[in-house]
């Protein structure tokens, strides 16, 4: 959520931090609700403090007098016109809040200008994408692909999207998640098993209500929501309290299955392990003084950027520009890592500052030693990683010539030997 404040004293500078990132918002009609909410909150203010000095009066007067009977009737229709007004005043401040909550985060100065994802800039490349294997082909072509990892199975259990993992593809998924949550842990993140669903209140203090409601899997009567990622239980974990200042940064992970509605794009882009509806993933999440937010931004791009260099993967680091950027976000780097058999970058962890918007829905605060009085924390997270896409490219990278998967040597302990056999 924004500010009140700036929206109150600089409109055009939010307005035109919104455009930047090319999003419909009718501005005009939220500082109009906003100016409506105060001034109703004026009147039962006024009301109410002419009722206390009426109070006082009151006191004052003699019981039974002409002045104290005239008293209790005006106390009386000040009390009825309290009530009206505060009826008025409650609906409309569930307008202001919605109309906030409808209200993007502003991109940071460094967001360079553009509307599509062709004109996100490229930060950094690492490896060679012509160095990998040259029998890659599209991991879904591999013979004896659906014999690990098996999707018509899925979609018959569950729906298009929801494979299982079977034998080596089963435990190779395993390797991963404990290898990336043990170099989070050695990079000093926390690790956390949270809760996979959240309520509407932890959903919306993220921002993925009411933005992304439609995408969400939803249970009912509980109105309780499955975790898109565990960013969501992890930022909420401090909803509504105080931070020491001394504290921060705070560090966490975690490792969640996600689940997300959404479809993207057809085509190859929706081919295998590209686009699933439950993945699993590990988050990395930091609550972090307002004054170091983007030097954290850029460690923890490091952290993430570490676990693909580490499996000898070839990515690339983009910027993203205002219109590709997202709504909660202030700054984003996307990390895309080089499937050959595809022959395309597939995206495979955000890094985000999300400055001050997540802290104010949430009410996450510290409080400054120096004044005493508590402040928002910035919040920012990142995958590290995404297993779908990162298995995608370890098996199209690293596809032999007998069929057979090389193993990256990091992830050798874990998975228990070199190769992978889909024989």
């Known amino acids: 959520m924004l500010d009140p404040k700036l929206l109150r004293e600089s409109p055009d500078l939010v307005r035109a931090a919104i455009a930047k990132k090319h999003l419909a ?41 002409p002045e104290f009977i005239a008293k209790v009737q005006e106390m009386k229709a000040v009390s009825t016109e309290i009530k009206v007004r505060e009826e008025t005043l409650k609906q409309t401040e569930e307008k202001w809040h919605a109309a906030m909550l409808s209200l993007p985060n502003l991109p940071h100065a460094t967001v ?22 040259p029998q890659a082909v599209p991991h879904w072509e591999i013979p004896g692909f659906d014999r690990l990892i098996d999707f018509p199975r899925g979609a018959k259990v569950t729906g298009a999207g929801f494979p299982f993992f079977i034998g080596d593809g089963a435990k190779l998924v395993r390797a ?12 000093g993140y926390t690790e956390v098993s949270p809760p996979i669903f959240v309520n509407a209140a932890s959903a919306t203090a993220t921002g993925q209500l009411p933005d992304k409601e439609g995408q969400m899997y939803e249970t009912t009567p509980d109105r309780l929501f499955a975790v898109p990622t565990a960013e969501v239980p992890l930022t909420n974990f401090f909803r509504d309290e105080i931070l020491d200042e001394s504290t921060l940064p705070v ?3 975690a490792y969640t299955p996600c689940f997300r509605r959404e479809a993207g794009s057809y085509g190859k882009d929706v081919r295998g392990l590209n686009r ?67 022959k395309r970058w597939l995206e495979v962890s955000s890094c985000s500052n999300f400055e001050s918007f997540q802290a104010r829905r949430a009410q996450i605060r510290f409080r400054n030693r120096a004044t ?13 990683l995404a297993v779908p896409r990162v298995l995608a490219a370890l098996l199209e990278n690293n596809l ?24």
């Open 112 to 133: 360079p200008e553009g509307r599509t994802p062709e004109q996100n800039g490229v930060q950094a490349t690492h490896g060679d994408p012509a160095a990998v294997s």
């Open 251 to 253: 560090c966490r992970c």
């Open 176 to 187: 991963l998640l404990q290898f990336f949550l043990d170099e989070n842990v050695k990079a």
């Open 25 to 65: 918002v009718d501005l005009d009609a939220v500082l109009a609700v906003d100016l409506a909410w105060r001034s109703a909150l004026t009147e039962v203010e006024g009301l109410r403090s002419k009722q206390k000095a009426a109070n006082n009066e009151m006191a004052a007067l003699k019981k039974g007098s």
């Open 276 to 342: 699933v509806h439950q993945f699993d993933k590990v988050e990395l999440l930091k609550w972090v003084h307002p004054a170091t937010s983007y030097d954290e931004l850029e460690k923890l791009r490091a952290d993430a950027e570490r676990l693909l260099q580490k499996l000898g993967l070839p990515y690339r680091v983009l910027l993203m520009c205002g219109g590709d950027l997202g709504f909660a976000q202030s700054k984003k780097y996307d990390l895309e890592v080089w499937a050959a058999g595809q």
């Open 400 to 423: 032999q010539a007998d069929g057979r998967v090389k193993i990256p040597t990091a992830l050798v302990p874990y998975f228990g030997k070199e190769y992978l056999s889909f024989q």
């Open 372 to 384: 005493g009085k508590p402040e928002l924390v910035h919040t920012l997270n990142g995958s590290g």
